[in-house]
């Protein structure tokens, strides 16, 4: 089955600093990977998903996320975190070979951002 | 139109009512789904759609019962729930027969059983 690990459920950045959200999958195929923001009370939004036509990939709001096979990682950064970047990120992956888009989802990372 | 819509936003119900949330959506997605949030928690698949027709059902309680009467329009029917079914719903929808694409989310009914 595959699935995906999110380490650290908190992570904590000054407003301008570097944000790094870590995600590693587990697959025997090659995977989808999806990277979605939820804030609070609402529901998920897509910041950006591999799907195997690039390597590095940009996304909204500034994100970009990295697929390092050779790590089994799909890391998600932004250059500069803004105060609204506060928000739970949950790192998600799907398989190949279903018509839908079920999704299995890691824990999450809640990002904190202080001025 | 990318959105998802669901209905209500809040919904508080004791543990003999009957309710349904709702979700609509418009843009030719034939795939539809329900997941389950609990405070904290990632959010949890409940039920899949396809074309209309029940395809994944991941072992959810007989009192959530799911509908989708048309390839807009999906509905969830709640009876004799617990407390802690309290979470929030997320409906969410997707193009059918495709491997790459994302599922799009409402924002989702916070549900409060008392």
């Known amino acids: 089955a595959q699935s995906v690990t999110q380490l650290g459920s908190h992570v904590s950045v000054s407003e301008g600093a570097l944000v790094l959200l870590r995600c590693n999958y587990s697959s025997s195929v090659p995977p989808y990977l999806f990277w979605y923001v939820q804030y609070p009370n609402q529901g998920l939004q897509l910041l950006l998903k591999?799907?195997?036509?690039?390597?590095l990939v940009k996304g909204i709001n500034g994100f970009e996320a990295e697929f390092k096979k050779s790590e089994t990682s799909f890391h998600l950064t932004k250059p500069s975190a803004h105060m609204s970047d506060a928000a739970e990120y949950f790192c998600?992956?799907?398989?190949?070979?279903?018509?839908?888009?079920?999704?299995?989802f890691g824990k999450g990372t809640m990002l904190l951002v202080s001025p | 139109d990318t959105e998802v819509t669901q209905t209500p936003k809040h919904l508080v119900m004791g543990m003999t009512n009957k309710k349904s949330l709702k979700c609509e959506q418009h843009?030719?997605?034939?795939?539809m789904y329900w997941y389950k949030q609990k405070a904290k928690k990632p959010p949890e698949l409940m039920f899949v759609?396809?074309?209309?027709?029940?395809?994944i059902n991941e072992s959810v309680p007989s009192r959530f019962s799911p509908e989708c009467p048309n390839s807009s329009l999906l509905n969830l029917h709640l009876h004799a729930l617990q407390p802690e079914d309290s979470a929030l719903y997320l409906c969410?929808?997707?193009?059918?027969?495709?491997?790459?694409?994302?599922?799009?989310f409402g924002q989702g009914t916070r549900l409060t059983v008392v």
């Open positions: 759609y396809s074309y209309e027709k029940l395809s």
């Open positions: 998600a992956v799907r398989g190949r070979g279903s018509g839908y888009s079920t999704l299995t």
């Open positions: 969410a929808s997707s193009p059918a027969g495709s491997t790459n694409t994302e599922a799009f």
């Open positions: 843009m030719g997605h034939r795939a």
């Open positions: 591999y799907t195997s036509a690039a390597t």
